[in-house]
Nanobody
Framework: QLQFVESGGGLVQPGGSLKLSCVAS????????MGWFRRAPGKASELVAA????????YYTDAVKGRFTITRDNDLNTLYLEMNDLRPEDTALYSC?????????????????WGQGTQVTVSS
């Protein structure tokens, strides 16, 4: 059974940092691209970052470029999102999701399986 367990969210002040983790199980993690999505209250889900199965290429939405870093450890079946210089507008529920092949896509429908998410709140 495919499963994702996200962790690492919390309450942080503006300018602070968090590192999210997503432990995957129930499928061959190392042959699928992965992505991090976020959903803020009243807004649609947004693809924040994505990474190919072998980590040779990645994508970031403009709002997080230079502040967030997506990585993966295929030996541990774990996806990470390191977030620095956090801003109030980064407040959202962050979920990891698996792609449909080794290369990431920018199309949300290309990520059919999602975790429950971990809440990130940036506030002073």
């Amino acid at each position: 059974q495919l499963q994702f367990v996200e962790s690492g969210g919390g309450l942080v002040q503006p300018g602070g940092s968090l590192k999210l983790s997503c432990v995957a199980s129930g499928f061959n993690f190392d042959i699928y691209a992965m992505g991090w999505f976020r959903r803020a209250p009243g807004k649609a889900s947004e693809l924040v970052a994505a990474i190919n199965s072998n980590a040779d290429n990645s994508y970031y939405t403009d709002a997080v470029k230079g502040r967030f870093t997506i990585t993966r450890d295929n030996d541990l079946n774990t996806l990470y999102l390191e977030m620095n210089d956090l801003r109030p507008e980064d407040t959202a529920l962050y979920s990891c999701a698996s792609g449909q092949g080794p290369l990431f896509s920018l199309a949300p429908h290309s990520y059919p399986n999602w975790g429950q998410g971990t809440q990130v709140t940036v506030s002073s």
